[in-house]
Nanobody, 128 residues
Framework: QVHLVQSGGGWVQAGDSLTLSCSFS????????MSWFRRAPGKEREFVGG????????KYTDSVKGRFTIFKDNAKNTVYLEMNSLKPDDTAVYYC?????????????????????WGQGTQVTVSA
């Protein structure tokens, strides 16, 4: 069983920055896509962005383009979500998710059902 462990998050003011991380300890774990989702109170889970296993492609939802960046550090088995110019609307619980099933994803999917492993979630609260 693969465990994705998240860290980061917290309470910030609008305009501030935060970086979330998602790590796994198993060096043999491989994934095709690692993505970030979020769920705000009273709303459905929302795709934030994703990165292909080789880092060659990233994809973001429109509301975070230009503000959020996903990158990875293979040596640390970690994927990061750097969030800049945060807004109150970014307030949510953020989850990382890995697509690591027998049939690899060829595109960065926004459908959460296409992902196999999930982090524990981390709260991000942005005050006005």
């Amino acid at each position: 069983q693969v465990h994705l462990v998240q860290s980061g998050g917290g309470w910030v003011q609008a305009g501030d920055s935060l970086t979330l991380s998602c790590s796994f300890s198993d060096d043999t774990f491989t994934y095709s896509i690692m993505s970030w989702f979020r769920r705000a109170p009273g709303k459905e889970r929302e795709f934030v962005g994703g990165i292909r296993w080789d880092g060659a492609f990233t994809k973001y939802t429109d509301s975070v383009k230009g503000r959020f960046t996903i990158f990875k550090d293979n040596a640390k088995n970690t994927v990061y979500l750097e969030m800049n110019s945060l807004k109150p609307d970014d307030t949510a619980v953020y989850y990382c998710a890995a697509a690591a099933g027998p049939v690899p994803l060829v595109r960065i999917e926004s459908n959460w059902e296409r992902y196999d492993y999930w982090g524990q979630g981390t709260q991000v609260t942005v005050s006005a």
